[in-house]
């Protein structure tokens, strides 16, 4: 009785081991958001620091944040912004006018254009950190896309060495309500 209980038990372990399991399965079907906006790497607002910056970055700022928490800008620096409101929105902007750079170039000016929409023209005689904000009209902006903030700063540093061109430092920058 002992062996027959035994081989049964056996017999069941070998029986239950005997099924046949697929593989690989096949991935979950892929779906686009709830929201009904596309997923953007870019938020409203960017810290030039942030290790994400570079997202935001179109053209004429350096690679790499200096000191952790800023970077150099050229001749005409373009951001990008995905925005999910477009009302009362104000663009900002921390930067710096280096003394080093304004001792050669004298005043600089700054214009600044949402989306090709020019926002205001800044002009600086002294160097030093400024903090620029200004409400900007809902025409200018693009709801639930992504928008383009350029600023162009003339005359730019020009190295007398290697022909590097210098801006001025960019610190953080975007849109708040």
Not at 36 to 55: C, I, M, Q, W, Y
Not at 82 to 102: G, K, N, V, Y
């Amino acid at each position: 009785m002992n062996d027959l209980r035994r081989y049964l038990v056996l017999l069941l372990c070998f029986l239950s081991g005997c099924v046949n399991i697929p593989d690989s399965y096949a991935p979950p079907v892929q779906r686009r958001p709830l929201t009904g906006t596309e997923p953007s790497d870019v938020g409203h607002f960017v810290n030039l620091g942030d290790r994400k910056a570079d997202a935001y970055i179109v053209r004429d700022v350096t690679e790499s944040a200096e000191g952790g928490s800023w970077r150099w800008t050229r001749k005409r620096p373009e951001l990008r912004f995905f925005l999910d409101s477009i009302e009362h929105l104000t663009f900002t902007m921390d930067f710096s006018i280096a003394e080093i750079t304004m001792k050669d170039t004298g005043p600089v000016t700054i214009s600044i254009l949402v989306n090709g929409n020019p926002l205001d023209t800044l002009h600086y005689n002294t160097p030093g950190e400024r903090h620029f904000k200004k409400p900007v009209p809902e025409k200018f902006l693009r709801l639930k896309t992504v928008n383009h903030v350029s600023m162009e700063i003339d005359p730019v540093w020009v190295s007398k060495t290697d022909g590097a061109v210098l801006g001025f430092i960019l610190t953080r920058a975007g849109f708040t309500q």
